[in-house]
């Protein structure tokens, strides 16, 4: 019984490691965040990378762009800004807490550009307060594949600031850039779909073209009424004659 112990007890300690070997799992990589082989992140000062809006309302708004992560959209809009594509062009769909969007000729959110439509560049950027994305087409509920993709890379000239965080966009609409100034002007914009009285883009300009100062719009005409139409007035009713009792008195 003594040697059988021993036997088993010298059998463990040769065995032993190489069955803690069989137990141990290898260490399994974790995938880590970087920023490997992504493009520089311009400077925020960078002056090519600065849209300015200059609204309506009151003040201009500053929008770092970020070709970093949708150059495609990045290029479209410099493109259109130097056009003066975005000059005057209306405020045509503003939901409270949700967004205000622009960027459209027609005014009512059906028209775009001339340009080719751009493809879509969902990235890492969140849809946060002070968010510009590439606004685009939707896709039914159900829609086939082919549909989803066609409305995916149907961006071309509108997009949206985002008033309040909303994270169920990210990686659904393309984020080209965020507003760094002038918030308080984006938050001034008339709500509605459409709304009764639009706020507008004045101009737009990208920093780099040395672009003039924030002027404001010019006061409203002085709305002109018809010239009222004047009665001839009336002669006033001349009183009637009384003529003189010819009568005698008896």
């Given at each position: 019984?003594?040697?059988?112990?021993?036997?088993?007890?010298?059998?463990?300690?040769?065995?032993?490691?190489?069955?803690?070997?069989?137990?141990?799992?290898?260490?399994?990589?974790?995938?880590?965040?970087?920023?490997?082989?992504?493009?520089?992140?311009?400077?925020?000062?960078?002056?090519?990378?600065?849209?300015?809006?200059?609204?309506?309302?009151?003040?201009?708004?500053?929008?770092?762009?970020?070709?970093?992560?949708?150059?495609?959209?990045?290029?479209?809009?410099?493109t259109l800004t130097r056009e003066h594509?975005?000059?005057?062009?209306?405020?045509?769909?503003?939901?409270?807490?949700?967004?205000?969007?622009?960027?459209?000729?027609?005014?009512?959110?059906?028209?775009?550009?001339?340009?080719?439509?751009?493809?879509?560049?969902?990235?890492?950027?969140?849809?946060?307060r002070g968010a510009v994305s590439a606004?685009?087409?939707?896709?039914?509920?159900?829609?086939?594949?082919?549909?989803?993709t066609k409305a995916e890379n149907s961006?071309?000239?509108?997009?949206?600031?985002?008033?309040?965080?909303?994270?169920?966009?990210?990686?659904?609409?393309?984020?080209?850039?965020?507003?760094?100034?002038?918030?308080?002007?984006?938050?001034?914009?008339?709500?509605?779909?459409?709304?009764?009285?639009?706020?507008?883009?004045?101009?737009?300009?990208?920093?780099?073209?040395?672009?003039?100062?924030?002027?404001?719009?010019?006061?409203?005409?002085?709305?002109?009424?018809?010239?009222?139409?004047?009665?001839?007035?009336?002669?006033?009713?001349?009183?009637?004659?009384?003529?003189?009792?010819?009568?005698?008195?008896?």
């Open positions: 019984m003594r040697f059988f112990t021993l036997f088993i007890a010298l059998f463990a300690l040769l065995a032993g490691p190489a069955f803690a070997a069989k137990k141990l799992k290898p260490v399994e990589k974790v995938a880590v965040a970087t920023t490997a082989g992504r493009p520089p992140v311009p400077s925020a000062t960078d002056p090519e990378n600065l849209l300015y809006l200059d609204l309506s309302t009151g003040g201009r708004v500053v929008i770092w762009l970020r070709p970093d992560a949708a150059p495609k959209m990045v290029e479209r809009i410099k594509f975005y000059d005057g062009l209306l405020f045509h769909r503003v939901i409270e807490g949700f967004m205000a969007q622009t960027g459209d000729p027609k005014g009512d959110g059906t028209g775009g550009s001339k340009l080719p439509d751009v493809p879509a560049e969902f990235n890492f950027l969140p849809h946060v606004a685009r087409e939707g896709s039914a509920e159900g829609a086939t594949v082919e549909d989803v961006a071309n000239s509108q997009f949206f600031i985002v008033f309040n965080p909303t994270l169920k966009l990210d990686r659904k609409y393309t984020i080209f850039g965020r507003v760094i100034s002038g918030m308080n002007y984006v938050d001034a914009i008339a709500r509605g779909e459409p709304p009764l009285n639009p706020s507008r883009v004045l101009h737009a300009y990208i920093a780099a073209d040395s672009p003039p100062a924030y002027a404001p719009p010019p006061p409203p005409a002085p709305v002109a009424l018809p010239a009222a139409t004047i009665m001839p007035t009336k002669a006033a009713p001349k009183p009637p004659l009384v003529r003189a009792s010819t009568r005698k008195g008896g």
